[in-house]
């Protein structure tokens, strides 16, 4: 059975959240993406996605967009914690297999705890 949707009420949109998130979230360093996260008080996980026109031009900013979208509608493992995703020029030429294994593991090292 396939994930369910990527649904409106799973995105960051106000400029005062992203803010947030980048000032108080962890910043972990993935080799596709600087990814924030903060945990929320919700019990779903919530993406926002920054792709900046230093990523590139429409086209590429929007193909970003939704290869992020499709690597966090399939995997919810962020449940209760709002993620920020910044991509990197790296993220347009790989696939989507490779990108969701970089999400988890960059994931992983942040909620493994700490010794």
Request: hydrophobic content about 40%.
């Given at each position: ?23 108080q979230?962890?910043?972990?360093h ?19 996605i ?23 509608r ?42």
């Open positions: 059975m396939a994930p369910a949707a990527f649904r409106p009420q799973e995105r960051i949109r106000r400029r005062a959240e992203f803010q947030l998130i980048y000032t979230g962890a910043r972990i993935g080799r596709y993406s600087t990814i924030f996260v903060l945990a929320n008080t919700l019990k779903i996980g919530r993406l926002g920054a792709a900046t026109k230093k990523l590139g031009g429409s086209v590429e900013r929007n193909r970003a967009k939704r290869l992020i979208r499709e690597v966090f399939r995997n919810k493992v962020a449940s209760g914690l709002d993620v920020v995703v910044v991509p990197k020029r790296e993220l347009l030429d790989a696939s989507l297999t490779v990108l969701e294994a970089d999400y988890l593991n960059a994931l992983e090292r942040r909620l493994r705890p700490r010794r």
